[in-house]
């Protein structure tokens, strides 16, 4: 089982690789975090308040990651996600 080492360098995220002989590999922040979106984009795409969003993460049924102080989306799991998404309140209309 391997590992990965990340690291700050120079404003810049660093990775640490064993298995490629600790070589090193410098990306950006955005690099690293561009299959992800954040509560504002998430509640963008849900058209829904932030809190809400934050809601939906802290019961488990939108599933995010803590990065920092901030809670991120992985964008094919949101866009499932919105798929089936409907923002009203309480019970939801069926048709028959």
Known sequence: ???????LYNNRICCSLPQSGWSVQAMSKND???NY??????SDRLNIHPESVRRLIRQGKLPAIKFGNKWLVDKSTLEQYASRYDPRPGNKATLL
């Open 37 to 42: 979106a954040g509560v504002t984009e998430v």
């Open 32 to 34: 690293l975090l561009e």
């Open 1 to 7: 089982m391997g590992y990965v080492l990340l690291y």
